[in-house]
């Protein structure tokens, strides 16, 4: 059996094929303009050398921010189901995953079998993230992969105010003119955006073992502040770049076997800034699908979302994520006004607000 696992972020792509339950090839190259383009050149190059073409594959799932612009994959999941069944691959001990990509962060805890029991993902703006660090290095004129090294050699990480992509750019631009050492800046992002991931990872609450996916899984000295913050070591796969595709390829094995897939049982949509958290929570296992919420709320928050093998359920629209406190005063404020709110039509008590 010969299946494939495509995962599109915003950064790089990346694609593994499994033969047999073993990992043929992989590939890692960058995200073009245009999706579609570059689901076609990530299979192209993962199948180079091989023998195989895309006819041989059985079934392939995409994963990842284009995922749904993969025209040859017959399926797709969202990478956080993705990246915990990656993970729990190579390490079935783990509970709790940090995946830093291109531009978002989430903490995961995941079950004995790679199923998702809770996530949290702050996508609000792009401070710690993949993009964020790239320009970074580019204001400190240092390589990209030369930034961890860089950083574990400082003795004296200057603080960082913010590790809003903005500001935080400027003060290091700042920072560079008063002749601070680029470690030693290094070193202070290093120490905010590790911060930052530690309150995210307590909102799921850690639980050993630990492990980190994504590119900034590469960068040592980020996970050497993680792993002090944390207090736990993490385990670091071959290349936690390709948990993703390696999940979802496992995902397209499950298909040609005909197993149900695991499925996310709680998911908390939003973020965490200077007023507050704000966070919407659909326990999944609660929830039927019925899709009330969607009706009544008067903000559209909501839309129920199905990989085509699984029932439906409520999520937070992609759309409203970043802006939930805008778009939502709250469930007691909303109550005040609308009397039909998505708590009281939900039948199955499958929805909570964290403000
Ligand atoms: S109203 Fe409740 S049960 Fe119905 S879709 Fe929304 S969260 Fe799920
Ligand atoms: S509290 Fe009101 S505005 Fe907020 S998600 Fe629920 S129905 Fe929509």
């Given at each position: 059996m010969i299946v494939a696992g495509i995962d599109i972020g915003s950064r790089a792509s990346k694609a593994v094929v499994i033969k047999d339950g073993a990992l043929l090839s992989t590939h890692i190259g960058d995200t073009g303009p245009e999706s579609v383009k570059t689901s076609f050149a990530t299979m192209d190059a993962t199948l180079r050398g091989t023998g195989l073409t895309l006819k041989d594959v059985d079934y392939t799932v995409a994963t990842g921010y284009g995922r749904v612009l993969v025209p040859f994959a017959r399926e797709n999941v969202s990478e956080i189901s993705c990246h915990a069944r990656g993970i729990n691959w190579y390490f079935?001990?783990?509970?709790t995953i940090l995946d830093m990509g291109g531009q978002d962060c989430k903490a995961i805890k995941v079950d004995d079998r790679g199923r998702v029991t809770n996530f949290v993902m702050n996508d609000k703006c792009a401070g710690g993230t993949g993009r964020f660090l790239e320009m970074i290095a580019e204001v400190l004129n240092v390589p990209l992969t030369g930034i961890g090294d860089l950083a574990l050699q400082s003795n004296g990480a200057i603080p960082f105010n913010t590790i809003c992509a903005v500001f935080a750019k400027s003060e290091a631009i700042a920072y560079l003119r008063k002749g601070v050492a680029k470690k030693d800046i290094l070193a202070g992002l290093n120490d905010a955006i590790s911060t930052r991931c530690f309150n995210l990872l307590k909102r799921v609450k850690i639980e050993a073992d630990f492990s980190i996916s994504g590119g900034i899984a590469k960068n040592r000295g980020m996970v050497a502040k993680i792993t002090g913050k944390v207090g736990l070591k993490p385990l670091l796969c071959e290349d936690p770049q390709l948990a993703g595709a390696i999940g979802a390829a496992l995902f397209a094995r499950d298909r040609c076997l005909g197993e149900k897939s695991s499925e996310m049982s709680r998911a908390q949509y939003g973020y965490s800034d200077g007023t507050g958290d704000y966070f919407i929570t659909v326990d999944n296992g609660a929830c039927d699908g019925c899709g009330k919420c969607v009706i009544s709320c008067p903000a559209h928050v909501f839309e129920l979302v199905g990989n085509g093998s699984s029932e439906s359920k409520a999520a937070v629209k992609d759309s409203c994520r970043k802006k939930l406190a805008l778009v939502c005063p709250g469930f007691t404020s909303c109550s005040h006004s609308h009397a039909s709110n998505c708590h009281s039509v939900c039948g199955k008590g499958a929805l909570s607000h964290s403000w």
């Amino acid at each position: 059996m010969i299946v494939a696992g495509i995962d599109i972020g915003s950064r790089a792509s990346k694609a593994v094929v499994i033969k047999d339950g073993a990992l043929l090839s992989t590939h890692i190259g960058d995200t073009g303009p245009e999706s579609v383009k570059t689901s076609f050149a990530t299979m192209d190059a993962t199948l180079r050398g091989t023998g195989l073409t895309l006819k041989d594959v059985d079934y392939t799932v995409a994963t990842g921010y284009g995922r749904v612009l993969v025209p040859f994959a017959r399926e797709n999941v969202s990478e956080i189901s993705c990246h915990a069944r990656g993970i729990n691959w190579y390490f079935p001990s783990v509970r709790t995953i940090l995946d830093m990509g291109g531009q978002d962060c989430k903490a995961i805890k995941v079950d004995d079998r790679g199923r998702v029991t809770n996530f949290v993902m702050n996508d609000k703006c792009a401070g710690g993230t993949g993009r964020f660090l790239e320009m970074i290095a580019e204001v400190l004129n240092v390589p990209l992969t030369g930034i961890g090294d860089l950083a574990l050699q400082s003795n004296g990480a200057i603080p960082f105010n913010t590790i809003c992509a903005v500001f935080a750019k400027s003060e290091a631009i700042a920072y560079l003119r008063k002749g601070v050492a680029k470690k030693d800046i290094l070193a202070g992002l290093n120490d905010a955006i590790s911060t930052r991931c530690f309150n995210l990872l307590k909102r799921v609450k850690i639980e050993a073992d630990f492990s980190i996916s994504g590119g900034i899984a590469k960068n040592r000295g980020m996970v050497a502040k993680i792993t002090g913050k944390v207090g736990l070591k993490p385990l670091l796969c071959e290349d936690p770049q390709l948990a993703g595709a390696i999940g979802a390829a496992l995902f397209a094995r499950d298909r040609c076997l005909g197993e149900k897939s695991s499925e996310m049982s709680r998911a908390q949509y939003g973020y965490s800034d200077g007023t507050g958290d704000y966070f919407i929570t659909v326990d999944n296992g609660a929830c039927d699908g019925c899709g009330k919420c969607v009706i009544s709320c008067p903000a559209h928050v909501f839309e129920l979302v199905g990989n085509g093998s699984s029932e439906s359920k409520a999520a937070v629209k992609d759309s409203c994520r970043k802006k939930l406190a805008l778009v939502c005063p709250g469930f007691t404020s909303c109550s005040h006004s609308h009397a039909s709110n998505c708590h009281s039509v939900c039948g199955k008590g499958a929805l909570s607000h964290s403000w």
